[in-house]
């Protein structure tokens, strides 16, 4: 079921771009699932245009390839930061065995932008600080207080996303400010 019209604009962090089985869950399970419930996806693995990439990785080893590199990272850095500015949540992937780090600064730049989110972690493997967290303990703590929770099945993603991204519309943010 839809959340609303206009969709809700829900940026996707995850690592799940850089591998081959990866990918197939993402764009196969994950993302059609969350389309499913209403969301327009936001997805940094498109916002750069694929082509630049792949003329980066074409080229050979060494010094003309790190510094496209450098270049291209600053623009793929500012088109995910642009979509999570624009964001109405974040549904964070959180498997590994430990939470990528970009997922992890994605996550904090979200919760400073006052934005609602949601973990997943179908990833079974121990991953926390300690006993009392299922990740780290930094990462968990900002998706708890920007009033998102962590479920670790995917099936549980449709009965939990109107209790962390509500309604969408003038929502407040934990932090007290309309996101």
């Known amino acids: 079921m839809p959340l609303s019209e ?12 850089f591998s081959e089985a990866g990918r197939s ?34 080229l050979p080893y060494g010094q003309k390839k790190k510094a496209a590199w450098e270049k ?6 500012l088109n ?9 949540g974040i549904f964070a992937v959180l498997d590994g065995v430990d939470v990528d780090s970009g997922t992890a600064a994605e ?4 919760f400073a932008r006052g934005k609602p989110i949601l973990g997943y972690r179908g990833d079974f493997r121990l991953s926390a600080d300690n006993e009392g967290s299922i990740v780290n303990l930094q990462v968990e ?3 708890r207080a920007s ?9 549980d993603v449709a009965g939990t996303v109107r209790k962390v ?8 943010s934990p932090l007290g400010r309309t996101p």
């Open 6 to 17: 206009p969709k809700s604009k829900l940026y996707v962090a995850s690592p799940l771009g």
């Open 25 to 58: 869950f993402y764009n196969s399970t994950l993302l059609p699932e969350l389309k499913r419930l209403g969301f327009k996806i936001l997805d940094p693995w498109t916002l750069t245009d694929p082509k630049k990439i792949a003329q980066v990785l074409s």
């Open 72 to 77: 291209l990272n600053q623009e793929i850095g």
């Open 80 to 88: 995910n930061r642009r979509a999570i500015d624009t964001c109405d």
């Open 107 to 110: 996550i904090g730049y979200g």
């Open 141 to 143: 703590h900002f998706i």
């Open 147 to 155: 009033g998102g929770i962590i479920v670790t099945n995917l099936s």
């Open 165 to 172: 991204f509500g309604a969408q519309t003038g929502r407040k």
